[in-house]
């Protein structure tokens, strides 16, 4: 408009002055939890409400069966487990398990570095990897407890020798498809800052591929302990004393379906730990804290 009259916008918003009002009445902007809310944020406390939930289940349904020698209550499997830990030998089968667990899986980790590494840095090692991956990852670890008791005898070496066909293939291929998945922005940042070799593997590769080392670790884990416990079933005794395995093999034959149900219970126990505990602490100290995982 031209008439001295400032010229108003139809499509602009009136101005309008808004008084602040008392908020007072309005109280916490953030209210405690309550107790049950606190426990539903609480990731251990639904697990063990879980575990709480099956093991009440447990109980319901043996006591409705009635039949200990087919299937003992949750009770009963406590009983005889405390028996068996107190006067008998679950504790040493249990740690004679758990050493040679440790034993093939450190061997089975150490060899799938070396095929890693190998990988990583020719042409020719991918091509290995690649190819012995595709061979041996789906052939089943215990499929070749015949030739290992053939070359190694009854004992040890040859739960370790199947241990490692377990490990060795789900850590490799887990380890070197993080290593290809690393960006190559943070590969060049590595190169500027003068990293090669082993410091460039160690600074750069592994804490970037590390979600899918820590998966390789825990499929690793998970075959070699149920291939462990498997063998055992068919050869675990060596020098008089068997392992874990043997002790749920033991009390099948000799009908005490409560210690059977006592040595399955010690092997989900020792699952449970080192899933939730030993794996999960290390993701919570490294992939989540570095914000690569939620």
């Not at 059977?260 to 794996?279: D, N, P, Q, R, W």
Request: a positive charge; aromatic letters at 10%.
């Amino acid at each position: 408009m031209s008439d001295g009259r400032r010229s108003i916008d139809p499509n602009a918003r009136p101005e309008f002055e808004a008084t602040p009002e008392k908020v007072a009445h309005i109280g916490d902007v953030a209210r405690p939890l309550s107790a049950w809310e606190r426990v539903a944020n609480n990731t251990l406390a639904r697990r063990v409400l879980i575990l709480v939930i099956l093991a009440v289940a447990w109980e319901i349904y043996a006591r409705w069966l009635n039949n200990p020698l087919m299937f003992p209550s949750f009770s009963e499997m406590c009983a005889a487990m405390w028996e068996s830990i107190v006067r008998g030998p679950l504790i040493e089968r249990t740690l004679t398990t758990l050493r040679v667990l440790f034993m093939g899986y450190a061997a089975g980790i150490g060899l799938a570095a070396v095929l890693t590494t190998l990988a990583v840095s020719t042409r020719v090692g991918t091509d290995l990897l690649s190819t012995l991956t595709a061979m041996f990852n789906p052939l089943p670890a215990i499929a070749l407890l015949p030739l290992g008791l053939l070359w190694f005898g009854l004992g040890v070496p040859s739960l370790i020798f199947v241990i490692i066909h377990s490990v060795l293939w789900a850590v490799a291929l887990n380890t070197h498809t993080g290593f290809l998945s690393v960006s190559e922005t943070q590969r060049m940042a590595g190169m500027n800052y003068g990293l090669r070799g082993v410091r460039y593997v160690m600074k750069i590769l592994i804490p970037a591929a590390l979600p899918s080392i820590l998966t390789g670790l825990k499929i690793g884990w998970a075959f070699a302990w149920r291939t462990l416990i498997a063998a055992e079933l068919v050869f675990g005794v060596s020098s008089s004393s068997g392992g874990l395995g043997w002790f749920i093999f033991e009390n099948r034959n000799l009908l005490e379906t409560a210690n059977v149900f006592a040595g399955l219970t010690t092997v989900i126990i020792i699952g449970l730990v080192v899933e939730s505990v030993v794996f999960r602490t290390i993701e919570i100290h490294t992939v989540r804290k570095w914000g690569m995982q939620r």
